[in-house]
């Protein structure tokens, strides 16, 4: 099934374009016309400079356990269940490309939001998460909870994100504890090479997720530039308004971006709605 744009508008005798799609989700067709009329193109994209990534080097090792196939089968299908369509491509390729419909296809970032917790949500038995909010969350003002589940996370999710371990933050109460996970370099966001696919298909829901649904307040802090990133379980996230990750600009190896790089002359740039 060939993702379609969700908007699009012709003008003549020269065509003025406008869709809410990004050009790398195009039928080629559509793709094509686009360059070729690129004189009267408007594309709604990051009026930001593009972020490189630095200090590149070899890729934290990972070896896969038994039951990463099934972790990652058990997520793609709930993606699919949510999306109502499924890429062709196996594996972890074909949840990239789930995501990026995720999150196209929505009307909001909010819309995106609320559809990835619903994803989180669905992968858990009913009631294990209300009884681990009543019974565990309130156990020594959240320590407990919040070191468990930053343990599952990494016995659970290195598929996902790969290679990471449990270290110590700082508590809003003063005092440090191990409930963090730091990520080397998350996979997610270097296979997506998307800044709004990693804010709004994980960071805000997974944060939501864990506070609503479990009781256990977290920050999720990723680093763009070397694609590291910092869980930090106990500690509860800036407001909106105040969190500098989304003012992040687009990734210089982003679809997108590099997408809006080759239609560059002559072009009305726009703040993309996604980032």
Sequence with gaps: M?????ALALHGPHQTIVSS?????????????????????RVFCSSVP????????PKPEYKPGILDDFFLNSFRNKFVK????????PG???????????????RSNS???????????????????????ILIAPIDGGKVAAMMVARVTVLTCQWLMGTCTV???DLPDGTSCNSGVFVERCKYLEESKCVGICINTCKLPTQSFFKDYMGVPLVIEPNFSDYSCQFKFGVHPPLLENDVTLEEPCLDICPIANKRREIQRNVVVMKCPKA
Excluded: Q
């Design 21 to 41: 799609c990004p050009i790398y989700l195009l039928p080629p067709s559509y793709s094509k016309s686009l360059l070729h009329n690129r004189r009267s193109l």
């Design 111 to 133: 819309h995106t939001k609320d559809a990835a917790v619903r994803i989180l949500n669905s992968l858990f038995p009913p009631f294990l998460l209300e009884l681990y909010k």
């Design 167 to 169: 270290n110590s933050v």
């Design 2 to 6: 060939k993702m379609k744009p969700m």
């Design 50 to 57: 593009s972020k490189t990534m630095e200090g590149k080097g």
């Design 92 to 106: 972890y390729d074909g949840l990239i490309e789930l995501a990026k419909a995720l999150m196209m296809n929505s």
């Design 82 to 89: 949510e999306v109502g369509w499924d890429s062709e491509k």
